[in-house]
């Protein structure tokens, strides 16, 4: 997830009158099985419909036919009510694939402290039934918070029997200099986390090939950003195909290894313009996904 700002939709309930006239076909039926038998469901981060609500990221994951919705934590106040969360995940027969930590440069000030975010991230994650949260690594100027990340992101997947799976970042450059921004490191491989989130256009930014990357973190790669990227300063979060990135390399090496983690999509759709084209975006990158996770074509 890019530092950007997050803070999705008001905090009242938003209409479907967005997305009910959402096409499903531009999806694909659920979880087609791959050939060894092995389902790969495909979740949404509710990211991907900034600057829309977390309730339209239900609506709109319904509507398209996705597997489940990843929930960012931002100041909207149903993102941050697992009630609340539960209410729209039955009402829109979506489950909670996780729960994205407010750990951005721009959520410093929901839920406190830093400890706190990851805290409240896991409790929040049993309470709606997910295992797995996912969380930034910490910036430079956080203190104890930054050199105890790793202790203490252990310590809280065994106290509350889930995964902080730590996000891959990218450096940060100001006039041609790169800039220390997070500690111990943007970089999760050679970082000693049990659990990996990897994002492929955080990758594209950090000049790094994925399917190296994923091959090197193995069985510690739990989670999984689908979108894509080019090679320069901008965080794009690009419809897969779009970029300069591995995807299709990289979903077909998990697919063969028949790796056990979760595909969640994040693609950035705020620049979608016309009538249907969001779900359009979004439809695309779920066919990407099954037709490469499943050796299955494409949907018409």
Not at 212 to 239: M, P, S, W
Request: with cysteine; net charge negative; charged share 20%.
């Amino acid at each position: 997830m890019s530092e950007e700002s997050q803070n999705q939709g008001s905090n009242g309930e938003a209409s479907d009158a967005n997305t009910s006239n959402a096409n499903p076909s531009n999806g694909a039926e659920r979880k087609p099985a791959s050939s060894s038998g092995k389902t790969y469901p495909v979740a949404l981060s509710s990211s991907s419909v900034y600057p829309l609500s977390v309730v339209d990221a239900f609506s709109l994951a319904r509507d398209v036919g996705y597997d489940g919705v990843e929930v960012m934590v931002t100041g909207n106040s149903i993102s941050q009510d697992p009630k609340q969360l539960l209410k729209l995940s039955e009402r829109y027969d979506q489950p909670i694939s996780a729960i994205h930590a407010p750990t951005l440069l721009l959520t410093q000030q929901v839920w406190g402290s830093a400890w706190n975010k990851i805290e409240k991230s896991a409790l929040m994650a049993k309470e709606v039934g997910c295992s797995s949260v996912v969380a930034h690594p910490p910036f430079r100027w956080q203190g104890t918070y930054a050199t105890q990340f790793a202790e203490g992101v252990r310590r809280i997947n065994e106290e509350h029997g889930v995964k902080i799976c730590v996000e891959n970042m990218y450096p940060w450059r100001a006039r041609g200099r790169e800039a220390l921004m997070y500690l111990p490191h943007w970089n999760p491989v050679p970082q000693p986390y049990d659990f990996v989130t990897w994002d492929f256009s955080h990758a594209s930014i950090a000049n790094h090939d994925s399917l190296e990357a994923v091959q090197a973190l193995g069985d510690r790669l739990t989670h999984l950003h689908l979108c894509d990227g080019n090679n320069n300063a901008k965080d794009e979060h690009l419809v897969p195909g779009r970029g300069t990135q591995r995807v299709q390399e990289t979903l077909e090496y998990l697919r063969d290894s028949e790796w056990d983690g979760a595909v969640v999509v994040e693609v950035s759709t705020r620049k979608a313009k016309g009538a249907g084209e969001r779900e359009e975006w979004l439809g695309e990158t779920l066919n990407f996904a099954r037709q490469h996770l499943n050796r299955l074509p494409l949907s018409k």
